[in-house]
Nanobody
Framework: VQLVESGGGLVQPGGSLRLSCVAS????????MSWVRQRPGKGLEWVAS????????GYADSVKGRFTISRDNAKNTVYLQMNSLKPEDTAVYYC?????????WGQGTQVTVSS
């Protein structure tokens, strides 16, 4: 099983980025998918989740209204569209797949928001 994130980079405050997480070895449609970030010097922080069952995605209050999580089952890919980025969004962003007691993590992608 492999989760590979991409799409990170350097962006100015107010800008946008779209992160992608491509999975191999599992079907994302059967897993709850999450984005989790780690800010410099901080612990892991949940950002957003999209579920294998039919319910609305969930977002942390700090990103609600600015970030959107989505999935493309045909491409076995989950996305995180990040708009109106702030310096405090600077972090390594990780993709997480979870089904029952089994979970997998990607290697992370760096997002830096700075002028």
């Amino acid at each position: 099983v492999q989760l590979v994130e991409s799409g990170g980079g350097l962006v100015q405050p107010g800008g946008s980025l779209r992160l992608s997480c491509v999975a191999s070895g599992i079907m994302l449609s059967r897993n709850s998918m999450s984005w989790v970030r780690q800010r410099p010097g901080k612990g892991l922080e949940w950002v957003a989740s999209i579920f294998s069952y039919d319910t609305d995605p969930g977002y942390a209050d700090s990103v609600k209204g600015r970030f959107t999580i989505s999935r493309d089952n045909a491409k076995n890919t989950v996305y995180l569209q990040m708009n109106s980025l702030k310096p405090e969004d600077t972090a390594v962003y990780y993709c997480n797949a979870r089904r029952s007691s089994t979970e997998y993590w990607g290697q992370g992608t760096q997002v830096t928001v700075s002028s």
